[in-house]
Protein backbone atom coordinates (compact mmCIF):
# COMPACT_ATOMS: atom_id res chain seq x y z
CA UNK A 1 0.00 0.00 0.00
CA UNK A 2 1.76 3.50 -1.09
CA UNK A 3 1.57 6.26 1.39
CA UNK A 4 2.60 9.73 0.43
CA UNK A 5 4.16 11.85 3.60
CA UNK A 6 4.66 15.47 2.35
CA UNK A 7 6.53 18.28 4.41
CA UNK A 8 7.65 21.90 3.96
CA UNK A 9 7.06 25.75 4.58
CA UNK A 10 3.63 26.53 5.29
CA UNK A 11 3.91 30.35 5.43
CA UNK A 12 6.10 32.12 2.82
CA UNK A 13 6.25 35.81 2.18
CA UNK A 14 5.04 37.14 -1.26
CA UNK A 15 7.92 36.71 -3.89
CA UNK A 16 9.52 34.14 -1.78
CA UNK A 17 9.87 30.20 -3.38
CA UNK A 18 7.83 27.52 -2.22
CA UNK A 19 9.55 24.27 -1.77
CA UNK A 20 7.92 21.03 -0.92
CA UNK A 21 8.63 17.81 -0.64
CA UNK A 22 6.91 14.32 -0.74
CA UNK A 23 8.06 10.99 0.41
CA UNK A 24 6.73 7.92 -1.24
CA UNK A 25 6.86 4.84 0.95
CA UNK A 26 6.34 1.48 -0.53
CA UNK A 27 5.29 0.47 -4.65
CA UNK A 28 7.19 1.24 -7.02
CA UNK A 29 8.41 4.14 -9.48
CA UNK A 30 8.07 2.91 -12.43
CA UNK A 31 4.48 3.22 -14.30
CA UNK A 32 3.22 5.93 -12.09
CA UNK A 33 3.81 9.40 -12.55
CA UNK A 34 4.42 11.93 -9.77
CA UNK A 35 2.09 14.68 -9.33
CA UNK A 36 1.57 17.77 -7.84
CA UNK A 37 -2.39 19.50 -6.93
CA UNK A 38 -3.02 22.74 -5.53
CA UNK A 39 -6.81 23.18 -3.86
CA UNK A 40 -7.55 27.12 -3.37
CA UNK A 41 -9.85 28.40 -0.41
CA UNK A 42 -12.78 28.00 -2.38
CA UNK A 43 -12.43 24.26 -2.94
CA UNK A 44 -10.61 24.33 -6.53
CA UNK A 45 -8.58 22.42 -7.58
CA UNK A 46 -5.81 22.87 -10.10
CA UNK A 47 -2.99 20.43 -11.20
CA UNK A 48 0.55 22.02 -11.30
CA UNK A 49 2.35 19.38 -12.42
CA UNK A 50 3.90 15.63 -12.67
CA UNK A 51 6.70 14.47 -13.31
CA UNK A 52 6.99 10.25 -14.94
CA UNK A 53 9.95 8.14 -13.49
CA UNK A 54 12.36 7.88 -16.63
CA UNK A 55 10.81 10.10 -18.35
CA UNK A 56 9.79 13.99 -18.16
CA UNK A 57 8.06 16.62 -16.72
CA UNK A 58 4.80 18.34 -17.51
CA UNK A 59 3.51 21.57 -16.23
CA UNK A 60 0.33 23.54 -15.83
CA UNK A 61 0.50 26.28 -18.68
CA UNK A 62 -1.10 28.83 -16.50
CA UNK A 63 2.21 28.68 -14.07
CA UNK A 64 4.51 29.58 -16.90
CA UNK A 65 7.96 28.91 -16.01
CA UNK A 66 7.17 28.71 -12.31
CA UNK A 67 6.96 25.61 -11.48
CA UNK A 68 9.73 22.63 -11.03
CA UNK A 69 9.53 19.33 -10.32
CA UNK A 70 12.28 16.77 -9.44
CA UNK A 71 12.54 13.26 -8.80
CA UNK A 72 15.59 11.65 -6.45
CA UNK A 73 14.94 7.80 -7.15
CA UNK A 74 17.62 7.10 -4.64
CA UNK A 75 15.52 8.33 -1.68
CA UNK A 76 11.89 7.70 -3.05
CA UNK A 77 10.45 11.29 -2.67
CA UNK A 78 9.84 14.21 -5.00
CA UNK A 79 9.45 17.69 -4.84
CA UNK A 80 8.36 21.03 -6.09
CA UNK A 81 9.87 24.28 -6.21
CA UNK A 82 7.20 27.63 -7.07
CA UNK A 83 8.98 30.44 -7.47
CA UNK A 84 7.48 34.46 -7.42
CA UNK A 85 4.53 33.37 -4.27
CA UNK A 86 2.02 35.91 -4.27
CA UNK A 87 -1.39 35.77 -2.24
CA UNK A 88 -3.12 34.14 -5.13
CA UNK A 89 -1.00 31.41 -4.43
CA UNK A 90 -2.66 30.62 -0.88
CA UNK A 91 -4.02 27.06 -1.00
CA UNK A 92 -4.02 23.29 0.30
CA UNK A 93 -0.95 21.89 -1.84
CA UNK A 94 -1.10 17.93 -2.35
CA UNK A 95 1.27 15.28 -3.52
CA UNK A 96 -0.38 12.95 -5.54
CA UNK A 97 0.40 9.35 -7.61
CA UNK A 98 -1.38 9.37 -10.82
CA UNK A 99 -1.64 5.95 -12.54
CA UNK A 100 -2.81 5.36 -16.16
CA UNK A 101 -5.39 3.13 -18.41
CA UNK A 102 -4.69 2.91 -21.87
CA UNK A 103 -8.17 3.69 -23.72
CA UNK A 104 -8.59 2.76 -27.20
CA UNK A 105 -4.65 1.69 -27.82
CA UNK A 106 -4.14 6.00 -28.23
CA UNK A 107 -2.99 7.39 -25.14
CA UNK A 108 -3.22 7.14 -21.38
CA UNK A 109 -6.03 8.26 -19.15
CA UNK A 110 -3.92 9.39 -15.77
CA UNK A 111 -6.40 9.21 -12.41
CA UNK A 112 -4.91 10.46 -9.10
CA UNK A 113 -5.35 7.72 -7.70
CA UNK A 114 -2.84 8.10 -4.20
CA UNK A 115 -2.70 11.48 -2.16
CA UNK A 116 -0.93 13.44 0.70
CA UNK A 117 -2.82 14.71 3.39
CA UNK A 118 -1.63 18.26 2.25
CA UNK A 119 0.32 21.25 2.98
CA UNK A 120 -1.78 24.43 3.81
CA UNK A 121 0.49 27.50 2.35
CA UNK A 122 -0.14 30.92 3.35
CA UNK A 123 1.22 33.68 1.26
CA UNK A 124 1.01 37.07 3.60
CA UNK A 125 3.45 39.81 4.10
CA UNK B 1 -7.39 24.87 -22.32
CA UNK B 2 -10.18 22.22 -21.52
CA UNK B 3 -12.52 24.11 -19.16
CA UNK B 4 -14.66 21.67 -17.06
CA UNK B 5 -18.06 22.58 -15.65
CA UNK B 6 -20.02 20.66 -13.27
CA UNK B 7 -24.15 20.90 -12.19
CA UNK B 8 -25.60 20.99 -9.94
CA UNK B 9 -23.14 23.32 -7.85
CA UNK B 10 -24.56 21.58 -4.59
CA UNK B 11 -28.00 19.12 -3.89
CA UNK B 12 -29.33 17.91 -1.08
CA UNK B 13 -30.50 14.37 -0.53
CA UNK B 14 -32.32 11.89 1.73
CA UNK B 15 -30.51 8.16 2.62
CA UNK B 16 -31.80 5.55 0.00
CA UNK B 17 -32.18 8.34 -2.92
CA UNK B 18 -30.75 8.25 -5.96
CA UNK B 19 -28.42 11.21 -7.33
CA UNK B 20 -27.06 11.87 -10.54
CA UNK B 21 -24.22 14.93 -10.93
CA UNK B 22 -23.29 15.99 -14.50
CA UNK B 23 -19.60 17.02 -15.57
CA UNK B 24 -19.14 18.78 -19.27
CA UNK B 25 -15.87 19.48 -21.13
CA UNK B 26 -15.25 22.27 -23.65
CA UNK B 27 -14.84 20.15 -25.48
CA UNK B 28 -14.68 16.65 -26.83
CA UNK B 29 -12.31 14.31 -24.24
CA UNK B 30 -13.19 10.92 -25.52
CA UNK B 31 -13.39 8.69 -22.34
CA UNK B 32 -10.56 10.68 -20.16
CA UNK B 33 -12.65 11.34 -17.31
CA UNK B 34 -12.18 10.95 -13.69
CA UNK B 35 -14.42 11.31 -10.97
CA UNK B 36 -13.52 11.50 -6.91
CA UNK B 37 -15.03 11.95 -3.71
CA UNK B 38 -13.89 14.54 -0.81
CA UNK B 39 -15.07 15.28 2.40
CA UNK B 40 -13.96 18.03 4.82
CA UNK B 41 -10.41 18.18 5.99
CA UNK B 42 -9.45 15.10 3.84
CA UNK B 43 -7.67 15.25 -0.03
CA UNK B 44 -9.77 13.92 -2.81
CA UNK B 45 -10.68 10.17 -3.22
CA UNK B 46 -10.63 8.46 -6.46
CA UNK B 47 -14.06 6.90 -7.27
CA UNK B 48 -14.30 6.45 -11.37
CA UNK B 49 -11.46 6.56 -13.84
CA UNK B 50 -11.63 6.25 -17.65
CA UNK B 51 -15.56 7.51 -17.30
CA UNK B 52 -16.59 4.62 -15.64
CA UNK B 53 -14.41 1.96 -14.53
CA UNK B 54 -14.61 2.13 -10.67
CA UNK B 55 -11.45 2.19 -8.24
CA UNK B 56 -10.67 -0.94 -5.64
CA UNK B 57 -12.89 -0.64 -2.99
CA UNK B 58 -15.46 2.27 -4.22
CA UNK B 59 -19.01 0.46 -3.50
CA UNK B 60 -21.27 -0.05 -6.57
CA UNK B 61 -23.67 1.88 -5.88
CA UNK B 62 -21.19 4.51 -7.57
CA UNK B 63 -21.52 4.21 -11.66
CA UNK B 64 -20.06 6.71 -14.23
CA UNK B 65 -21.15 7.20 -17.63
CA UNK B 66 -20.93 9.27 -20.85
CA UNK B 67 -18.14 10.39 -23.56
CA UNK B 68 -16.94 13.45 -25.71
CA UNK B 69 -17.98 16.33 -23.64
CA UNK B 70 -20.86 14.93 -21.50
CA UNK B 71 -20.55 12.79 -18.47
CA UNK B 72 -22.47 11.87 -14.94
CA UNK B 73 -21.93 10.03 -11.97
CA UNK B 74 -24.35 8.59 -10.72
CA UNK B 75 -24.58 7.20 -6.38
CA UNK B 76 -27.75 5.16 -6.25
CA UNK B 77 -28.76 4.13 -2.65
CA UNK B 78 -27.19 7.10 -0.96
CA UNK B 79 -25.67 6.57 2.21
CA UNK B 80 -24.40 8.76 5.18
CA UNK B 81 -20.85 8.19 4.10
CA UNK B 82 -21.87 9.70 0.86
CA UNK B 83 -22.28 12.83 1.42
CA UNK B 84 -19.36 15.44 0.70
CA UNK B 85 -17.94 17.25 -2.56
CA UNK B 86 -17.50 15.23 -5.50
CA UNK B 87 -15.34 16.65 -8.38
CA UNK B 88 -14.40 15.59 -12.23
CA UNK B 89 -11.28 15.73 -13.91
CA UNK B 90 -10.19 15.42 -17.24
CA UNK B 91 -6.90 14.08 -18.47
CA UNK B 92 -6.90 14.37 -22.59
CA UNK B 93 -5.05 17.57 -22.55
CA UNK B 94 -2.93 17.83 -19.37
CA UNK B 95 -5.42 17.76 -16.26
CA UNK B 96 -8.03 19.95 -15.05
CA UNK B 97 -10.75 19.89 -12.69
CA UNK B 98 -14.29 20.57 -11.98
CA UNK B 99 -15.39 22.86 -9.48
CA UNK B 100 -17.24 20.74 -8.00
CA UNK B 101 -20.67 19.24 -6.59
CA UNK B 102 -21.62 19.59 -3.21
CA UNK B 103 -24.18 16.89 -1.54
CA UNK B 104 -25.64 17.37 1.47
CA UNK B 105 -28.33 15.96 3.92
CA UNK B 106 -31.80 17.12 3.41
Known amino acids: QVQLQQWGAGLLRPSETLSLTCDIN????????WSWVRQFPGRGLEWIGD???????DYNPSLGSRATISLDTSKKQFSLRLTSMTAADTATYYCARASSLLIFGLKRNWSFDVWGRGTLVTVSS | DIQMTQSPSSLSASVGDTVTLTCRASRNILTYLNWYQQKSGLPPKLLIY???TLQDGVPSRFSGSGSESVFTLTITDLQPEDFGNYFC????????FGPGTRVDLK
Open chain 1, 51 to 57: IIHGEST
Open chain 2, 89 to 96: QQSYFYRT
Open chain 2, 50 to 52: GTS
Open chain 1, 26 to 33: GGSLSGHS
